[in-house]
């Protein structure tokens, strides 16, 4: 009876040896395989594909012999080719190393059917038949007990080798070594054969190989030397580590258990003289068990406490990707607060010039107001001497009437005390006119102050009389609450003010004198104070409405063109506007000064 093998790796040689036998078997089974159902069968090749397939080969016979019904697959993979096979439901039954199968059990559920029993016949072989042997070269002799390979280089076939590493891990341990921080390792992969390679040629100091390795080699003695070894009574093979329970036959989660049945029952009956295989009862685990939690491997990893080397090894992609995050956010920030600063100092830099600029306008603007009112003052100074003239006429008149009283010996009392009361009053006058003018043309700053607006609209209407020879009739219309208040400077009201009568004025010079009269009105509308200036004059055409209040805009033949815009921009400062209309009846225009109340 033949044995259909499926192995990987190094499958030609052995393929090539069982050809002829394969051709025979075929011819004569074809018509029974092709109903026959697959039986794939995993083991772990620790010494390679070729190895392997030679040693599982017989159980492999004895399945086919026991379960004619099925195809018997061997699969001979790595450590990591047979978790990803048990992963994917690609093998039914697995044969690996008690620290393996301790893994399969608790990630995907295996269940141990036997436990494989070689090379004596005593009862307890199946559960001490797995050591580790830490080997040398026989002509060192710096290396003589575990704690002698602190500094050293070890070659390994993986950190993921049972009987390769993870032995020889507890025992270091328990001398306080750690494999990590006090070992350098040579990783020469499968099969073991390497590792005795490295250290029979110098490249390593020792090497971690399965106990009994190095008996099956003639003259063994001669080149190699066991460190530490541990003679186990019935335990033919030198150990540098405890004894663990061989490798089981398991099945998984997803194996039929009537065919977990039948497998178990056909290698029991394995005839231990033909074949160097023979199965028993599954032993108990409990030590690799042990030895995992110490170590804090396979299923009781989650009790390890992870070093920075460990967390580096196992999110290296995500530290990368955030290390790379980090350096390019911080280069991004880098360059943010480069723009941020250049801008903050051009912003700053903007700023000052505004406030510069602002501070010149400001200064510009006083400058012009204090010039318009001069002007006004100016075109207005003719006037003046008269209106000083009629109150220092009156009091010298009143002198000389005193004058010739005493020379006419009629000098009263009562002359004298009227005489002195009108000079008084007349002096009064003439101070209050040089007052008001003064007050008026003096150069300040802006001094917004809560006020009543009758009161200071009444100055103002008094300080336009005043510098009149033949003031106009100015009519005052005071239509607000007597609580009525607003913050302005009245200076600078006043000043508004003025411009706007001495303007209707120069309007209706030459109109008729019932047509000279203006009147000002004062009422409110929402939150404003409305101060609204009538005059009687001619009508004026759109185009020059709409110019009205344009700079150098003039049609004085002696006129600036300042006095409206600059009204305009004193409004507008106060928070409020100055506008124009024509009169809603009548001839003349309105110009209407809000502000707004507080």
Request: aromatic share 6%; hydrophobic share 45%.
């Amino acid at each position: 009876m033949t044995v259909p093998i499926v192995a990987t790796g190094h499958w030609l040689q052995p393929a090539l040896r069982w050809l002829v036998c394969l051709l025979l078997g075929l011819a004569l089974w074809l018509p029974v395989l092709a109903h026959a159902k697959p039986l794939r069968l995993g083991v772990l090749a620790y010494l390679g594909t070729e190895a392997a397939v030679e040693e599982w080969t017989p159980v492999a016979r004895q399945l086919e012999q026991a379960l004619p019904d099925y195809q018997v697959e061997l699969l001979s993979l790595d450590h990591a080719a047979l978790q990803k096979a048990a992963e994917a439901q690609a093998i039914d039954f697995v044969i690996t190393n008690p620290g393996h199968y301790v893994e399969l059990e608790s990630s995907l559920g295996a269940s141990r059917l036997l436990t494989l029993q070689t090379g004596s016949s005593m009862p307890g072989s199946a559960w001490q038949a797995v050591g580790a042997a830490v080997v040398t070269r026989s002509n060192d002799a710096g290396i003589q007990r575990l704690r002698d390979l602190r500094g050293k280089r070890i070659a390994i076939v993986g950190q993921q080798g049972f009987s390769g590493y993870q032995l020889v891990w507890r025992e270091l341990a328990a001398e306080d070594i750690d494999p990590e921080r006090d070992l350098t390792f040579d990783i020469v992969g499968l099969p073991m054969d390497k590792v005795l390679e490295a250290v029979a040629s110098g490249q390593v100091d020792a090497g971690f190989v399965r106990a009994c390795m190095l008996e099956s080699r003639p003259g063994w003695e001669q080149q190699f030397r066991v460190v530490a070894p541990r003679r186990e009574t019935g335990f033919p093979c030198a150990s540098s580590t405890r004894l663990y329970p061989n490798w089981p036959l398991a099945a998984l989660r997803h194996t039929d258990p009537a065919l977990a049945k039948q497998v178990t029952i056909a290698l029991l009956e394995m005839d231990s003289n033909s074949s160097p295989i023979h199965w028993t009862v599954p032993a108990d685990y409990q030590s690799v068990h042990e030895l995992q939690r110490e170590l804090h491997i396979g299923p009781y990893a989650v009790l390890q406490t992870p070093t920075l080397s460990d967390l580096a090894r196992r999110f290296w992609p995500w530290l990368a990707g955030l290390a790379t995050l980090i350096v390019f956010g911080g280069l991004y920030t880098a360059h943010v607060e480069r723009l941020v600063h250049a801008r903050t100092t051009a912003l700053r830099t903007a700023l000052a010039e505004r406030e510069e600029l602002e501070q010149h306008l400001r200064q510009s603007r006083d400058q012009a107001e204090h010039m318009a009112r001069l002007s006004v003052l100016g075109e207005l100074s003719g006037t003046l001497a008269h209106e000083l003239n009629q109150p220092l006429a009156a009091i010298g008149n009143y002198a000389q009437s005193l004058i010739r009283r005493v020379d006419n010996q009629r000098l009263t009392p009562d002359a004298v005390r009227e005489a002195a009361r009108e000079m008084t009053g007349q002096a009064e006058r003439a101070a209050g006119i040089l007052s008001r003018i003064r007050s008026f043309a003096k150069k300040r700053v802006a001094q917004p102050q809560l006020l009543q607006p009758a009161p200071m609209v009444e100055e103002a209407i008094a300080l336009f009389r005043d510098m009149q020879v033949n003031p106009p009739d100015v009519v005052l219309l005071n239509e607000l609450p007597p609580d009525t208040r607003v913050v302005a400077d009245p200076l600078q009201i006043q000043q508004v003010l003025l411009n706007l009568l001495k303007n209707g004025s120069d309007a209706t010079r030459e109109l008729p004198p019932e047509r000279q009269r203006m009147g000002v009105r004062l009422a409110t509308s929402d939150s404003s104070l409305l101060i609204m200036v009538r005059d009687h004059g001619d009508p004026i055409d759109p185009e020059r409405m709409r110019h009205l209040f344009d700079p150098f805009y003039t049609t004085k033949p002696n006129g600036m063109g300042l006095g409206l815009s600059i009204c305009r921009s004193i409004a507008e400062a106060h928070g409020g506007r100055l506008d124009a209309a024509p009169a809603s009846h009548g001839t003349g225009l309105v110009f209407t000064l809000t502000l707004p109340l507080s």
